[in-house]
């Protein structure tokens, strides 16, 4: 788990806290996920979570830690986790109230096809982003192109 993971999920935290006292069904999706700390989290929080990634590795590993933990009653038992392996961008993000990125802006081409996609997401879908960088090569690129 890389520390910007533990970030995202404290910036996670204060989201829900600043939605309180609302009970109204939320979802959060982790682009980028890896093995989805700040995905797992949102689940403990009662967000229907959908986690993407590149490599099945990770999602694996998170659907096992998910199942384990739902199972051991460290998350409620109505919570929910999707995976996807594949591009965010071949997924519609419509419905997500919040979406994470932790420490994914690996590239100047990663950064502004995460730009253009969650700038359009935040700016249609009215949705919060929580991001955490590490001034990554594609920083830059990713504030150039976020609309």
Known sequence: VWPASFTAAELLHQFVLQRQPTTQPWRCIEIGSGAGFPSLVAARLGATVLAVDLEPLPLELLEASFSAQRQSGCLPAAAVLETHCGRAEE????GADVIIVSDLLYSVELGQLMGRLLGCAVRDEK?????????RSGSAAFLETFE
Do not use: F, P, V
């Open 91 to 94: 997924l519609s993000l419509e």
């Open 127 to 135: 949705c919060e982003l929580l991001l955490t960088d590490g001034n």
